[in-house]
């Protein structure tokens, strides 16, 4: 990388995470650094790439300029490096994938034969909410992301839905578990842990309490569907995810999952994606039709999921 890929790199991460401090934080680099360079690369080219006096990072025109520019660049030299690995058999390469955090164990069950397959490839895995995933995907940071029940974008590719309805997840010994159905009226008087209002799960959930009219009042939000699940395996609390997001204390029958009769959660899904357009390099093009074709099986698996494409 040269050095004026550098001070570009610099300036698109602080352009994507809207602030020169969580960028420094992110690329662990002083702040100072990076003000540094940014100013120094507008000095070179001779224009502002950023407007001053606002709290967060917004490009100008020259900057936006300056962001394709480097993006344009670092895909060629992906398609080069791509038409390299190709000719090697997959022997070496890159892939980035973004996922949700509920998509680990299905992560763990379909990577393993890719891996070991091609054991030269080096895979990175950044766990993030469905809508940096798809921020991830759309400015090529990631190759392929995995998200819950994508809103629409111009610029996404959706290369595979699976159904993933919105359940109850108790505790076997909970009252509810042996309901055939329950309705979010019913969940009011119950103790719920909930993933945080920033998560795709969450913004459905509000979506089916809007259609019923019905204000859930949860005793615990979090960023955390660890915590989520080890609190409903307590017994204490009962959670609204998806049998995904919970796959493996499921399987092992530490936790039970109950239909909810709302047309909102009953029709959400799970989505591989990728951008719009874009030519994957060889080592995440041979993974895209594994990921999709192992989300399908896994569907098929997994209680009798339905599926589309």
């Not at 992110?26 to 120094?40: G, M, W």
């Not at 000095?43 to 490009?59: D, F, M, Q, T, W």
């Not at 400015?139 to 392929?144: L, M, R, S, T, V």
């Amino acid at each position: 990388m040269s050095v004026t890929d550098a001070k570009l790199a610099y300036l698109a991460e602080a352009a994507a995470l809207g602030s020169m401090r969580a960028a420094s934080e992110k690329l662990d680099v002083a702040v100072s650094s990076i003000s540094r360079q940014i100013t120094q690369l507008e000095s070179e080219l001779g224009l502002p790439l950023i407007e001053r006096g606002r709290r967060s990072i917004k490009l100008t025109e020259a900057g936006e300029l300056a962001i394709r520019f480097y993006r344009d660049n670092l895909i060629h030299r992906e398609s080069f490096a791509s038409g390299l690995q190709a000719l090697k058999g997959l022997r070496a390469g890159q892939i980035c994938v973004a996922a949700g955090e509920g998509f680990v164990s299905i992560l763990s069950i379909i990577l393993e034969d890719y891996l070991n397959r091609h054991s030269g490839v080096l895979l990175s895995i950044n766990m993030a909410g469905t809508l940096d995933v798809i921020r991830q995907v759309r400015e090529d940071e990631a190759h392929i992301g995995l998200v819950f029940h994508a809103p629409p974008d111009p610029k996404i590719n959706v290369r595979a839905t699976i159904p993933q309805p919105i359940k109850l997840i108790v505790h076997p010994r909970h009252p509810l578990a042996e309901a055939d159905s329950v309705t979010l009226k019913e969940l009011e008087s119950q103790r719920l842990c909930l993933p945080e209002p920033t998560f795709r799960i969450r913004q459905m959930i509000a979506l089916g309490e809007s259609v019923e009219r019905v204000t859930l009042n949860p005793h615990v939000n979090t960023n955390s569907l660890t915590l989520l699940k080890d609190m409903v395996k307590s017994g204490g609390y009962a959670a609204l995810l998806p049998e995904s997001a919970a796959l493996i204390e499921l399987n092992r029958r530490e936790l039970k999952a109950v239909p909810v009769a709302n047309a909102a959660l009953q029709e959400t899904s799970l989505n591989l994606i990728c951008r719009l357009g874009r030519t994957l390099p060889a080592a995440p093009a041979a993974l895209l039709p594994l990921l999709e074709s192992g989300m399908r099986l896994w569907a098929r698996k997994n209680r009798g999921t339905t599926e589309s494409a």
